[in-house]
């Protein structure tokens, strides 16, 4: 599954980005997605999951009540919306997909076969 990732740009502390993730050619109905960062020299850390059967969210506390992850009716886009920028929101934000994940994995990178190139956000203060 190749996946695509758009939307990452400069933005003020306190401003909004919308990232998409597609899939071109197909579906991701039958996939759980999430999105990850990675800031410079740090580990890739997780943000946000939606699983493709339930659509329950899963997010890292430091985003909770201000980014939100949703698939669209078709499924053929994964979005994070992302509300109330911080700095330290900064980093490259990268979209993985799977369609064997156990909850557990759900927050852990090494367990999504397909990613997307990543798309660069970033949060002036």
């Known amino acids: 599954v190749q996946l695509q990732a758009s939307g990452g740009g400069l933005v003020q502390t306190g401003g909004s980005l919308r990232l998409s993730c597609v899939a071109p050619?197909?579906?991701?109905?039958?996939?759980?997605m999430a999105w990850f960062r990675q800031a410079p020299g740090k580990e890739r850390e997780f943000v946000a999951a939606?699983?493709?059967?339930?659509?329950?969210?899963y997010y890292t506390d430091s985003v909770k009540g201000r980014f939100t992850i949703s698939k669209d009716s078709d499924k053929k886009s994964v979005y994070l919306q992302m509300n109330s920028l911080k700095p330290e929101d900064t980093a490259v934000y990268y979209c993985?997909?799977?369609?064997?994940?156990?909850?557990?994995?759900?927050?852990?990178?090494?367990?999504?076969?397909?990613w997307g190139q990543g798309t660069e956000v970033t949060v002036s203060s």
């Open positions: 050619g197909r579906t991701l109905s039958r996939y759980d």
């Open positions: 939606i699983r493709w059967n339930s659509g329950t969210t």
């Open positions: 993985a997909a799977d369609s064997s994940l156990i909850l557990s994995s759900i927050r852990q990178w090494a367990h999504y076969d397909y």
